[in-house]
């Protein structure tokens, strides 16, 4: 079946970086995007970006380019999401989901990961 | 790109139906076609249920209904069941390639 598996939970400092991985299994990497969203506690969904997997490019939220990055591994059908000068407010759980699109975000997110808890604390 | 309008809460009791409205702008749900629900149930991951407006992926049952009319999109859920009670967001591509999540709304079944 269609699975996405996220790395564990992280636990970082104010100003550190932080790298979360995703790993596709059931279906070709290369056919398919993959999207970034993340969900502060208690709070609602945040979009964050979007790669393709067919050919790499990405597309980031305004609100975070600069400090967030998204590649694929092709060779391991993983994806990464790396967000850098991390501050509290970006305490919260962060999901990929494959998107239909390859060649722009189609906005159809199915299935998701279990999600990856990031805390920042000092 | 600020997140699209949903009401914070909503209703029903079994059997009943309950309808979820989504507002965004010209730029978002208004200009495409590309709007889509998502259910979450307490410490899951979301789950895609409704996608480009009206259709409803593989294994999503008819009681889930979308639609858009101008700048808002609406999502009904019929014959309200007791795993229907989870939390709802809609979600809308943007100009520039982006995508905008709404402010969710949470389903409680009486």
């Known amino acids: 079946q269609v699975q996405l598996v996220q790395s564990g939970a992280e636990v970082k400092k104010p100003g550190a970086s932080v790298k979360v991985s995703c790993k596709a299994s059931g279906y070709t990497f290369g056919d398919y995007g993959i999207t970034w969203v993340r969900q502060a506690p208690g709070q609602g969904l945040e979009w964050m970006g979007w790669?393709?997997?067919?050919?790499?490019?990405?597309i980031y939220a305004q609100n975070l380019q600069g400090r967030v990055t998204m590649t694929t591994d092709t060779s391991t059908s993983t994806a990464y999401l790396e967000l850098t000068g991390l501050r509290s407010d970006d305490t919260a759980k962060y999901y990929c989901?494959?998107?239909?699109?390859?060649?722009?975000?189609?906005?159809?997110?199915?299935?998701w990961g279990q999600g990856t808890l990031v805390t920042v604390s000092s | 790109q600020s997140a699209l309008t949903q009401p914070p809460s909503a209703s029903g009791s079994p059997g009943q139906s309950v309808t979820i409205s989504c507002t965004g702008t010209?730029?978002?749900?208004?200009?495409?076609?590309?709007v889509s629900w998502y259910q979450q149930h307490p410490g899951k991951a979301p789950k895609l249920i409704i996608y480009e407006v009206s259709r409803r992926p593989s294994g999503v049952p008819d009681r889930f209904f979308g639609s858009k009319s101008g700048n808002t999109a609406s999502l009904t859920v019929s014959g309200l069941q007791a795993e229907d009670e989870a939390d709802y967001y809609c979600s809308a591509s943007a100009g520039g390639n982006n995508v905008v999540f709404g402010t969710g709304t949470e389903v409680t079944v009486l």
């Open positions: 790669i393709s997997a067919y050919n790499g490019n990405t």
């Open positions: 989901a494959r998107d239909r699109g390859i060649m722009y975000v189609l906005n159809w997110f199915d299935p």
């Open positions: 010209s730029s978002d749900v208004g200009g495409y076609n590309y």
